[in-house]
């Protein structure tokens, strides 16, 4: 088992999340009951912030594949911000990239002025 912080930074639009840590089978109750709900809001966005992800396996990436089909569902949206280059790999190898929006580099105005370390 290894661990994965999900550290909910704001849930109004857009809602702000990281995710620290290792995405994998043990996480995904702890990431569908803590960012399922977000993902069920009409018209809602949802910036995902994967940058302190170290690894995640391809049951995390059903669990991100899941959110995503929750967000269009409701008319929302789910954007995937700089990944790991470990995790961009593994998401690319499952063409993730080709479903959902993977946005790399700073920059990301909702993020501005928050503090890093959270």
């Not at 995937?80 to 080709?98: F, G, R, Y």
């Not at 700073?106 to 993020?111: L, N, P, R, S």
Request: proline share 5%; charged share 15%; net charge negative.
């Amino acid at each position: 088992m290894h661990d994965l912080d999900v550290v909910v930074v704001r849930t109004s639009t857009p809602a702000l999340v990281r995710l620290v840590g290792e995405f994998d089978l043990a996480a995904k109750a702890t990431v569908l009951d803590a960012l399922g709900p977000l993902c069920s809001v009409p018209s809602h966005t949802m910036e995902l912030d994967l940058s302190g992800l170290s690894f995640i396996d391809s049951s995390g990436i059903a669990v991100l594949i899941e959110l995503h089909h929750r967000s269009t569902e409701c008319g929302g949206t789910l954007l995937l911000l700089n990944p790991h280059p470990q995790v961009l790999k593994a998401l690319k190898m499952t063409a993730v990239d080709s479903v959902m929006t993977i946005l790399q580099g700073d920059g990301h105005a909702a993020w501005a002025g928050l503090p890093e370390d959270l």
